[in-house]
Protein backbone atom coordinates (compact mmCIF):
# COMPACT_ATOMS: atom_id res chain seq x y z
CA UNK A 1 0.00 0.00 0.00
CA UNK A 2 1.32 3.38 -1.32
CA UNK A 3 -0.56 5.82 0.57
CA UNK A 4 0.71 7.40 4.08
CA UNK A 5 -3.06 9.00 5.23
CA UNK A 6 -6.21 7.72 5.16
CA UNK A 7 -8.65 9.68 2.38
CA UNK A 8 -12.55 9.41 2.07
CA UNK A 9 -11.64 7.20 -0.83
CA UNK A 10 -10.49 4.73 1.52
CA UNK A 11 -14.32 4.77 2.94
CA UNK A 12 -16.20 4.36 -0.62
CA UNK A 13 -16.22 0.69 -0.95
CA UNK A 14 -13.84 0.58 -4.01
CA UNK A 15 -10.25 -0.49 -4.34
CA UNK A 16 -8.87 1.88 -2.25
CA UNK A 17 -10.95 0.49 0.78
CA UNK A 18 -10.60 -3.04 -0.20
CA UNK A 19 -6.73 -2.12 -0.44
CA UNK A 20 -6.66 -0.36 3.41
CA UNK A 21 -8.49 -3.23 4.45
CA UNK A 22 -6.40 -5.89 3.35
CA UNK A 23 -2.97 -4.53 3.82
CA UNK A 24 -3.61 -2.78 7.92
CA UNK A 25 -6.27 -4.97 9.32
CA UNK A 26 -6.87 -8.31 7.77
CA UNK A 27 -3.44 -8.89 6.96
CA UNK A 28 -2.58 -9.11 10.73
CA UNK A 29 -6.08 -10.46 11.95
CA UNK A 30 -6.03 -12.98 9.50
CA UNK A 31 -9.91 -14.18 9.52
CA UNK A 32 -10.72 -17.37 8.10
CA UNK A 33 -13.15 -16.31 5.53
CA UNK A 34 -13.88 -13.07 3.54
CA UNK A 35 -17.85 -13.64 4.34
CA UNK A 36 -20.16 -10.46 5.22
CA UNK A 37 -20.27 -12.62 9.00
CA UNK A 38 -17.74 -14.51 11.27
CA UNK A 39 -18.97 -18.49 11.60
CA UNK A 40 -18.18 -19.63 15.40
CA UNK A 41 -17.50 -23.07 16.30
CA UNK A 42 -15.65 -24.47 19.74
CA UNK A 43 -15.99 -27.20 21.74
CA UNK A 44 -17.20 -25.54 24.59
CA UNK A 45 -20.12 -24.84 23.02
CA UNK A 46 -21.57 -28.52 22.53
CA UNK A 47 -20.79 -28.88 26.79
CA UNK A 48 -24.43 -29.39 27.93
CA UNK A 49 -25.65 -26.24 30.18
CA UNK A 50 -22.67 -23.99 28.72
CA UNK A 51 -23.89 -20.43 27.80
CA UNK A 52 -23.11 -17.74 25.73
CA UNK A 53 -21.71 -14.52 26.75
CA UNK A 54 -22.10 -11.25 24.47
CA UNK A 55 -21.18 -7.99 25.02
CA UNK A 56 -20.16 -4.80 23.11
CA UNK A 57 -18.34 -1.61 23.77
CA UNK A 58 -16.61 1.39 21.50
CA UNK A 59 -13.67 3.02 22.75
CA UNK A 60 -12.49 6.44 22.49
CA UNK A 61 -9.03 8.14 24.08
CA UNK A 62 -6.66 10.98 22.99
CA UNK A 63 -4.10 10.34 22.75
CA UNK A 64 -4.32 7.46 20.59
CA UNK A 65 -0.81 6.03 22.25
CA UNK A 66 0.15 6.32 25.49
CA UNK A 67 2.50 4.80 28.04
CA UNK A 68 1.59 1.35 28.20
CA UNK A 69 -0.87 0.08 25.57
CA UNK A 70 -3.13 2.49 22.81
CA UNK A 71 -6.54 2.36 21.37
CA UNK A 72 -6.18 -1.35 20.18
CA UNK A 73 -4.64 -2.72 23.01
CA UNK A 74 -7.63 -0.85 24.98
CA UNK A 75 -10.22 -2.32 23.01
CA UNK A 76 -9.51 -5.77 23.17
CA UNK A 77 -8.68 -5.89 26.75
CA UNK A 78 -11.94 -3.67 27.60
CA UNK A 79 -13.95 -6.31 25.74
CA UNK A 80 -12.46 -9.38 27.14
CA UNK A 81 -12.25 -8.13 30.59
CA UNK A 82 -16.17 -7.51 30.48
CA UNK A 83 -16.77 -11.22 29.67
CA UNK A 84 -14.21 -12.47 31.92
CA UNK A 85 -15.87 -11.19 35.05
CA UNK A 86 -18.96 -12.66 34.37
CA UNK A 87 -17.03 -16.21 34.57
CA UNK A 88 -16.65 -16.28 30.58
CA UNK A 89 -14.20 -17.96 28.59
CA UNK A 90 -13.74 -14.91 25.78
CA UNK A 91 -13.28 -16.20 22.34
CA UNK A 92 -14.10 -14.67 19.67
CA UNK A 93 -14.31 -10.54 18.95
CA UNK A 94 -15.26 -8.39 15.86
CA UNK A 95 -13.47 -4.78 15.82
CA UNK A 96 -15.59 -2.15 13.42
CA UNK A 97 -12.89 1.36 12.96
CA UNK A 98 -14.36 5.15 12.41
CA UNK A 99 -11.56 6.71 10.87
CA UNK A 100 -10.91 10.59 10.45
CA UNK A 101 -9.90 11.19 7.28
CA UNK A 102 -6.11 12.88 7.21
CA UNK A 103 -5.01 9.77 9.85
CA UNK A 104 -1.41 7.95 8.99
CA UNK A 105 -1.44 4.88 7.53
CA UNK A 106 1.46 3.89 10.05
CA UNK A 107 -0.44 4.27 12.97
CA UNK A 108 -3.24 2.44 11.82
CA UNK A 109 -0.72 -0.55 11.56
CA UNK A 110 0.56 0.20 14.67
CA UNK A 111 -2.89 0.13 16.36
CA UNK A 112 -3.99 -3.32 14.60
CA UNK A 113 -0.52 -4.64 15.30
CA UNK A 114 -0.99 -4.05 19.25
CA UNK A 115 -4.30 -5.60 18.84
CA UNK A 116 -3.53 -8.82 17.46
CA UNK A 117 -0.98 -9.63 19.61
CA UNK A 118 -3.10 -8.40 22.76
CA UNK A 119 -5.81 -10.66 21.54
CA UNK A 120 -3.49 -13.84 21.09
CA UNK A 121 -2.08 -12.97 24.07
CA UNK A 122 -5.85 -13.54 25.80
CA UNK A 123 -6.35 -16.44 23.60
CA UNK A 124 -8.88 -15.04 21.79
CA UNK A 125 -9.63 -14.25 17.79
CA UNK A 126 -10.67 -11.03 15.78
CA UNK A 127 -12.75 -12.70 13.08
CA UNK A 128 -14.58 -9.90 11.54
CA UNK A 129 -15.00 -5.87 11.59
CA UNK A 130 -15.57 -3.53 9.49
CA UNK A 131 -13.99 0.00 8.83
CA UNK A 132 -15.95 3.80 7.86
CA UNK A 133 -14.16 6.91 6.98
CA UNK A 134 -15.48 9.87 7.73
CA UNK A 135 -14.39 14.17 6.97
CA UNK A 136 -11.70 15.33 8.34
CA UNK A 137 -12.66 17.88 11.52
CA UNK A 138 -15.73 14.96 12.13
CA UNK A 139 -13.51 12.46 14.16
CA UNK A 140 -11.11 12.27 16.35
CA UNK A 141 -7.95 9.93 14.67
CA UNK A 142 -9.78 6.49 15.51
CA UNK A 143 -12.74 5.32 17.64
CA UNK A 144 -13.06 1.50 17.95
CA UNK A 145 -16.01 -0.30 18.93
CA UNK A 146 -15.67 -3.76 19.89
CA UNK A 147 -17.98 -7.12 20.39
CA UNK A 148 -17.16 -10.06 22.53
CA UNK A 149 -18.66 -13.37 22.53
CA UNK A 150 -17.33 -15.94 25.56
CA UNK A 151 -18.74 -19.37 27.02
CA UNK A 152 -20.06 -19.83 30.18
CA UNK A 153 -19.50 -23.39 31.43
CA UNK A 154 -21.63 -25.05 32.96
CA UNK A 155 -22.33 -24.63 36.98
CA UNK A 156 -20.73 -21.06 36.46
CA UNK A 157 -22.92 -18.84 37.87
CA UNK A 158 -21.15 -15.29 39.55
CA UNK A 159 -23.17 -12.08 39.23
CA UNK A 160 -24.38 -9.30 41.48
CA UNK A 161 -27.70 -11.09 43.00
CA UNK A 162 -25.22 -13.52 45.07
CA UNK A 163 -23.22 -10.73 47.07
CA UNK A 164 -23.62 -11.63 50.79
CA UNK A 165 -22.94 -9.77 53.58
CA UNK A 166 -19.89 -11.07 54.80
CA UNK A 167 -18.20 -10.74 51.63
CA UNK A 168 -14.70 -10.01 51.28
CA UNK A 169 -13.78 -7.31 48.38
CA UNK A 170 -10.67 -8.03 46.72
CA UNK A 171 -9.06 -5.70 44.11
CA UNK A 172 -5.83 -7.47 41.65
CA UNK A 173 -3.49 -5.02 41.97
CA UNK A 174 -2.49 -0.64 42.29
CA UNK A 175 -5.32 1.59 41.33
CA UNK A 176 -6.05 4.87 39.06
CA UNK A 177 -2.79 3.86 36.84
CA UNK A 178 -4.60 4.57 33.80
CA UNK A 179 -6.44 7.63 34.53
CA UNK A 180 -3.02 8.90 35.75
CA UNK A 181 -0.83 7.85 32.82
CA UNK A 182 -3.55 9.87 30.11
CA UNK A 183 -3.45 12.65 32.04
CA UNK A 184 0.05 12.80 32.09
CA UNK A 185 0.07 11.53 27.99
CA UNK A 186 -2.03 14.70 27.02
CA UNK A 187 0.62 16.95 27.63
CA UNK A 188 -1.97 20.03 29.40
CA UNK A 189 -0.49 20.03 32.42
CA UNK A 190 3.43 19.91 32.24
CA UNK A 191 3.04 16.36 34.59
CA UNK A 192 6.12 14.11 34.32
CA UNK A 193 5.84 10.96 35.34
CA UNK A 194 6.84 7.15 34.47
CA UNK A 195 3.34 6.19 35.25
CA UNK A 196 2.11 3.46 32.49
CA UNK A 197 -1.21 2.17 32.20
CA UNK A 198 -2.47 -1.28 33.90
CA UNK A 199 -4.25 -1.91 30.57
CA UNK A 200 -4.73 -6.09 30.54
CA UNK A 201 -6.50 -9.17 29.57
CA UNK A 202 -7.62 -10.55 33.08
CA UNK A 203 -9.40 -13.65 31.44
CA UNK A 204 -6.51 -15.91 32.76
CA UNK A 205 -6.66 -14.25 36.32
CA UNK A 206 -10.68 -14.70 36.47
CA UNK A 207 -10.27 -18.27 35.46
CA UNK A 208 -7.85 -18.92 38.40
CA UNK A 209 -9.38 -17.30 40.60
CA UNK A 210 -12.95 -19.51 39.89
CA UNK A 211 -11.06 -22.84 40.10
CA UNK A 212 -9.20 -21.79 43.04
CA UNK A 213 -12.79 -21.15 45.74
CA UNK A 214 -16.22 -20.23 45.23
CA UNK A 215 -16.64 -16.31 44.03
CA UNK A 216 -19.88 -13.97 43.98
CA UNK A 217 -19.37 -11.47 41.73
CA UNK A 218 -16.78 -9.53 40.23
CA UNK A 219 -16.67 -5.83 38.07
CA UNK A 220 -13.91 -4.27 36.11
CA UNK A 221 -13.05 -0.99 37.40
CA UNK A 222 -13.27 1.26 33.94
CA UNK A 223 -14.97 4.71 33.62
CA UNK A 224 -15.92 6.09 37.42
CA UNK A 225 -13.49 3.94 38.51
CA UNK A 226 -13.46 1.57 41.64
CA UNK A 227 -15.82 3.98 43.62
CA UNK A 228 -18.69 3.10 40.51
CA UNK A 229 -18.02 -0.08 40.45
CA UNK A 230 -18.76 -0.87 43.91
CA UNK A 231 -21.65 1.62 44.29
CA UNK A 232 -23.49 -0.18 40.91
CA UNK A 233 -22.90 -3.54 42.59
CA UNK A 234 -23.83 -2.50 46.05
CA UNK A 235 -27.23 -1.40 44.71
CA UNK A 236 -27.65 -4.44 42.35
CA UNK A 237 -27.19 -6.66 45.27
CA UNK A 238 -28.93 -4.38 47.83
CA UNK A 239 -26.07 -4.31 50.26
CA UNK A 240 -23.65 -1.77 51.88
CA UNK A 241 -19.98 -1.84 51.31
CA UNK A 242 -17.26 -0.85 53.44
CA UNK A 243 -13.51 -0.61 52.49
CA UNK A 244 -10.36 0.42 54.21
CA UNK A 245 -8.42 3.36 53.14
CA UNK A 246 -5.39 2.32 55.23
CA UNK A 247 -5.69 -1.20 52.45
CA UNK A 248 -6.40 0.62 49.48
CA UNK A 249 -2.77 -0.10 47.15
CA UNK A 250 -2.60 3.57 45.19
CA UNK A 251 1.29 4.78 43.95
CA UNK A 252 2.31 7.50 45.36
CA UNK A 253 2.74 8.82 42.22
CA UNK A 254 -0.90 8.87 41.76
CA UNK A 255 -1.95 10.06 44.81
CA UNK A 256 0.37 12.81 43.94
CA UNK A 257 -1.03 13.45 40.51
CA UNK A 258 -4.73 13.63 42.89
CA UNK A 259 -3.21 15.72 45.24
CA UNK A 260 -2.46 18.40 42.46
CA UNK A 261 -5.38 18.16 40.27
CA UNK A 262 -7.88 17.81 43.15
CA UNK A 263 -8.96 14.29 41.99
CA UNK A 264 -10.43 11.23 44.00
CA UNK A 265 -8.18 8.31 42.92
CA UNK A 266 -11.08 6.00 43.94
CA UNK A 267 -13.00 7.43 40.70
CA UNK A 268 -9.75 7.22 37.89
CA UNK A 269 -10.56 4.79 35.35
CA UNK A 270 -8.29 1.13 35.39
CA UNK A 271 -8.52 -0.64 32.27
CA UNK A 272 -6.74 -4.37 33.89
CA UNK A 273 -8.35 -3.81 37.38
CA UNK A 274 -11.60 -5.53 38.89
CA UNK A 275 -12.93 -5.73 41.78
CA UNK A 276 -14.07 -9.55 43.35
CA UNK A 277 -16.48 -10.27 45.78
CA UNK A 278 -16.34 -13.98 47.35
CA UNK A 279 -17.06 -15.54 51.28
CA UNK A 280 -14.30 -14.62 53.53
CA UNK A 281 -13.62 -18.16 53.87
CA UNK A 282 -12.51 -18.08 50.32
CA UNK A 283 -10.28 -15.00 50.50
CA UNK A 284 -7.12 -17.14 50.88
CA UNK A 285 -7.69 -19.25 48.09
CA UNK A 286 -8.62 -16.81 45.78
CA UNK A 287 -5.80 -14.20 46.60
CA UNK A 288 -2.94 -17.30 46.28
CA UNK A 289 -4.43 -18.33 42.88
CA UNK A 290 -4.89 -14.15 41.33
CA UNK A 291 -1.37 -13.73 42.82
CA UNK A 292 0.39 -16.35 40.94
CA UNK A 293 -0.04 -14.46 37.70
CA UNK A 294 1.16 -10.84 36.62
CA UNK A 295 -2.14 -9.37 36.51
CA UNK A 296 -2.96 -10.61 40.08
CA UNK A 297 0.74 -10.24 41.49
CA UNK A 298 -0.94 -6.92 44.14
CA UNK A 299 -3.96 -8.63 45.28
CA UNK A 300 -5.47 -7.28 48.52
CA UNK A 301 -8.71 -7.31 49.50
CA UNK A 302 -9.68 -3.64 50.86
CA UNK A 303 -13.00 -4.55 52.34
CA UNK A 304 -15.78 -6.25 53.15
CA UNK A 305 -19.99 -6.18 52.49
CA UNK A 306 -22.32 -5.36 55.41
CA UNK A 307 -26.13 -5.98 55.35
CA UNK A 308 -27.19 -2.11 54.78
CA UNK A 309 -27.87 0.37 54.66
CA UNK A 310 -28.62 -0.72 50.84
CA UNK A 311 -26.73 0.42 47.85
CA UNK A 312 -24.00 2.75 50.50
CA UNK A 313 -20.51 2.23 49.62
CA UNK A 314 -18.70 3.95 52.71
CA UNK A 315 -14.75 4.03 53.78
CA UNK A 316 -13.16 4.17 56.86
CA UNK A 317 -10.53 6.98 56.48
CA UNK A 318 -6.83 6.93 57.44
CA UNK A 319 -7.61 8.87 60.66
CA UNK A 320 -10.53 6.91 61.66
CA UNK A 321 -13.44 8.32 61.07
CA UNK A 322 -15.73 7.14 57.81
CA UNK A 323 -17.14 9.18 54.81
CA UNK A 324 -19.98 8.15 51.88
CA UNK A 325 -18.34 6.79 48.46
CA UNK A 326 -21.18 8.13 46.05
CA UNK A 327 -21.25 7.11 42.23
CA UNK A 328 -18.89 9.86 40.14
CA UNK A 329 -20.87 12.66 38.84
CA UNK A 330 -20.35 14.62 35.85
CA UNK A 331 -16.61 13.35 34.11
CA UNK A 332 -13.18 13.64 35.53
CA UNK A 333 -11.65 13.27 32.91
CA UNK A 334 -12.90 13.26 28.82
CA UNK A 335 -11.68 10.83 25.83
CA UNK A 336 -10.07 8.45 28.68
CA UNK A 337 -11.54 4.88 27.32
Not at 210 to 235: I, K, M, Q, V
Not at 302 to 314: D, E, H, L, W
Request: aromatic content about 4%; overall charge negative.
Amino acid sequence: MRDTHVTMAHGGGGRAMKELIEAVFTSVFQPESSEDQARLMAAALQEPGARLAFTTDSFVVTPLEFPGGDIGKLAVCGTVNDLAVGGARPLWLSAAFIIEEGCEIALLRRIAATMAAEAQSAGVRIVTGDTKVVERGKGDGVFVTTSGIGVIPPGCDIGAAHIQPGDAVIVNGVLGDHGATILAARGDLALSTDIQSDCASLGALMQAALAAAPLHAARDCTRGGLASALNELATEAGVAVEIDEALLPLRPEVVGVCEILGLDPLYLANEGRLVLFCPGASAPAILEAMRSLPEGEGAVVIGQVKPGPAGQVSMRTRFGGARRVDMLVGEQLPRIC
